[in-house]
């Protein structure tokens, strides 16, 4: 299986349950890892052989632009959004970050995974 990996994509958005969270925002740091047939590209050296990087990109950036309270709730956006662009996609792992969660004590931040393996549908 092949891999195609965004690595820390910081991303300035407005998501959280307090409403300062909503007014103010913060960085978010994501991680995305999709799974789908890359050798059809590696033989051909055609980009409509494979997903677009940058196209993934845009979708994470689109979708973060959505105001939600949980972090959950927009990886699962994101995760749907993907695989109903892109359903050759096999499998989606996506890692967000909250870089300054509105807690006490000092941290590099919060995160959640979320996962969809699609191959069982």
Known sequence: MSKIFLED???????????EENIIGTYYILNAELHTDLWKA????DLNDTISYADINDI??????VK????EH???RIISK????FP???YIKLKITKTA???QGEMKGASIELEKNFQSQ
Not at 82 to 85: G, K, S, V
Request: negative net charge.
């Open 101 to 103: 969660p509105p807690m």
């Open 88 to 90: 050759q996609v096999s």
């Open 42 to 45: 590696s033989e051909s050296d």
């Open 68 to 71: 939600s309270k949980l972090l």
């Open 9 to 19: 994509i910081k991303i300035y958005a407005y998501h959280g349950v307090l409403p």
């Open 82 to 85: 993907l695989h109903e662009d």
């Open 74 to 76: 927009v990886a699962g």
């Open 60 to 65: 994470i950036h689109n979708e973060m632009k």
